[in-house]
């Protein structure tokens, strides 16, 4: 089995061990950490540690959020997938989640989150990239009053974004600017 096999089971694996769905779809969670996967995949120079970190970037946020310490038990992506994929995964994991920031409504979460992100690494940001065209897709055609919120966010990490893949950098572009037309949603 390769690495990215591997990387491919341990995610269906954590996300099913919750019982995780997507949430309109009902299918499960890792139809999308699959599809981040295999969009990262395609890009050219893409490296393999970026393929596993891409099934792997919503584990520690949703399947292992806190142990007792209250740290993340980001240790586990380490010891079975290295150093460097599990760098990208800490990279990827929102850290100002509702959980962790209780008594922080959702714009402010997004902004500590938004600065932290534009610190992100290229091949974080190419796997961010990814996420985005994924999760825009579905938000965009399941859930139009949400969508209005999720453009606005992207529309404004976005920016920040540029050193990431440019092709999927244009491809968000293209995707944000089509939803907003189609959602009648000025900016």
Known sequence: MTRIEMAKDFAHRAHDSINQKRKYSGEPYWVHTDEVAQIVSEVPGATEDMVVAAHL???LEDV????K???FQAHVIGWHFGE???RLVWELTDVYTKQARPG???AKRK???HKRQKGLSSEAITIKLADMLSNTASIVDHDPGFAKTYLREIDAILPHFTNGNVSL???VCIQVSEALEKLNIKL
């Open 57 to 59: 970037h919503d584990v």
């Open 169 to 171: 950098y244009h491809r």
């Open 104 to 106: 922080w409504n959702r």
């Open 69 to 71: 310490t209250g740290e």
């Open 64 to 67: 292992m959020p806190l142990d």
């Open 111 to 113: 902004e500590e989150e």
């Open 84 to 86: 460097q994929v599990l």
